[in-house]
């Protein structure tokens, strides 16, 4: 079993769609949560970071963790064509500063 | 602007080369990594430094070397033992390797085989 699981998709939405976006984690040692946004041909950038579970918002994102199912989600609201790219969740791996990372999920949001 | 800078953005390697990818961050971080993207395989680990002439392999360090000579530097040499380099590799860097320290990425390097 993979320590960080994600559906690739791509998934596909209308401009100003609610998105949800998932992921699921095996240890329930893991702590922090990231997501983060990549476009094409770029690097991976830090949209969302969480500490154990609950909610945070910051603007149309709202990352979600639920401990108790290891499962985490990014939610983001009125979804616009710029949305459109990998988000990939993230954990650190005890002790150190060793990311694991999802395999990312596809969003694509049409005008 | 502070950040991460990686060169080149796109680079050849014949056979039997060795290749050397830059990295250079000037956000006064003290912890650096390597990262190599793959289609449906997420970032894999690479080499980490937490601090200057230091440095520990990550997951795939086979075929890889690193030096941290400079705070701000951290080069990979992706040598000839790399079989299977085509891949696009980033470089990231967090003020201090702790886990409540997220990591911020480079643009990254396109590495593809002539």
């Known amino acids: 079993q993979k320590e960080v699981e994600q559906d690739p998709g791509p998934l596909s939405v209308p401009e100003g769609a609610i998105v949800s976006l998932n992921c699921t984690y095996s240890?329930?040692?893991?702590?922090?949560f990231m997501w983060y946004r990549q476009y094409s041909r770029k690097g991976p950038e830090l949209l969302m970071y969480?500490?154990?579970?609950g909610n945070k918002e910051d603007g149309r994102f709202t990352a979600q963790v639920d401990k108790s199912s290891k499962y985490i989600s990014l939610f983001i609201r009125d979804s616009q064509p710029s949305d459109s790219a990998t988000y990939l969740c993230?954990?650190?791996?005890?002790?150190?500063?060793?990311?694991?990372f999802g395999t990312g999920t596809r969003l694509l949001v049409s005008p | 602007d502070g950040g991460i800078t990686q060169s080149p953005k796109y680079l050849f390697r014949k056979e039997g080369q060795n290749v050397t990818l830059s990295c250079e961050q000037n956000?006064?971080?003290?912890?650096m990594y390597w990262y190599r993207q793959d289609p449906g395989q997420g970032l894999r680990l690479i080499y980490y430094?937490?601090?200057?002439?230091?440095?520990q392999k990550g997951d795939i360090a086979e075929g890889y070397s690193v030096s941290r000579e400079k705070k701000e530097s951290f080069p990979l040499t992706v040598t000839s033992a790399q079989k299977n380099p085509t891949a696009f590799y980033l470089c990231?860097?967090?003020?201090?390797?702790?886990?409540?320290?997220?990591?911020?990425f480079g643009d990254g390097t396109r590495l593809s085989i002539l």
């Open positions: 990231a860097s967090t003020r201090e390797d702790r886990v409540d320290q997220p990591q911020h």
């Open positions: 240890n329930s040692a893991f702590q922090y």
């Open positions: 956000l006064n971080h003290d912890a």
């Open positions: 969480t500490y154990s579970s």
């Open positions: 430094s937490q601090i200057v002439n230091d440095f």
């Open positions: 993230a954990t650190p791996n005890t002790g150190f500063q060793k990311l694991v």
